[in-house]
């Protein structure tokens, strides 16, 4: 068993309980029923020490909210990384945002830009794993009343806001001390400033690389060579 699985039901069980207030009407735990296809992924490519640990802010309603991975669009989980399980429907479901797991039929072009520079540049999942690891600091997806996505910074009231991030900090310290990565890269600034505190505490190098949402101008204009260029002023080459 991945040292990572023990770490990850401590988390889904940690954060079961929390409630916020609006704007979010619905709450998303990928890590109860999409289950089967994440623990698959920590089996599968988490059993290493990798160089690098890339952490993202958390499930988007059609990517790990979907398949369990993070950045999970369909494709690339499914055809890339090669894991495919059945996913079950969350308690509370928007219905504009239906959960259909591997048949949703549509990508996420967040995960498909990122798995995509992976394949890449590297080829096979093996050889990426070898050297890097990708973890998600907050394990739930958000969203508002008309079915849009609330990202974790937004979260009402103040102090279920700062019970999950503790949650999620002792996680991703659980993590570090499993991968021990000598460098840390949050997908956004907003994981940056997450995992700074713990990569430091482990004694890991941390720096942030552009997201590749389509919402940022950036990632929208040659995203896997901005995301390179991120890398080599962390001191990565790839």
């Not at 889904?12 to 992924?41: C, I, S």
């Amino acid at each position: 068993m991945s040292s990572l699985v023990p770490v990850t039901e401590r988390l889904r069980e940690r954060t079961r309980g929390l409630r916020f207030a609006e704007p979010v009407m619905h709450v998303y735990a990928p890590l109860d029923y999409a289950w089967a296809p994440h623990r698959l992924y920590l089996e599968r490519y988490g059993r290493g020490q990798p160089e690098i640990l890339f952490v993202g802010m958390n499930p988007g309603p059609f990517g790990m909210a979907q398949t369990g991975v993070p950045f999970g669009d369909v494709a690339m989980v499914r055809d890339w990384l090669g894991i495919e399980a059945p996913v079950e429907r969350p308690a509370d479901e928007h219905p504009r945002r239906p959960v259909l797991g591997f048949g949703i039929g549509r990508g996420e072009v967040s995960g498909a830009r990122l798995w995509g520079w992976a394949r890449e540049r590297f080829g096979s999942p093996e050889r990426f794993f070898r050297r890097a690891f990708v973890w998600n600091y907050c394990p739930l997806c958000f969203l508002d009343d008309g079915g849009r996505n609330v990202t974790p910074d937004k979260l009402h009231p103040r102090d279920a806001r700062e019970r999950l991030f503790a949650v999620c900090d002792e996680a991703f310290a659980g993590a570090l001390a499993q991968l021990r990565p000598d460098v840390v890269v949050g997908i956004g600034r907003f994981a940056a400033d997450r995992a700074r505190p713990g990569a430091e505490k482990f004694g890991a190098r941390c720096g942030t690389a552009p997201h590749p949402s389509p919402a940022s101008p950036l990632a929208n204009r040659g995203w896997p060579a901005v995301f390179d260029a991120a890398l080599g002023d962390l001191g990565i080459v790839v």
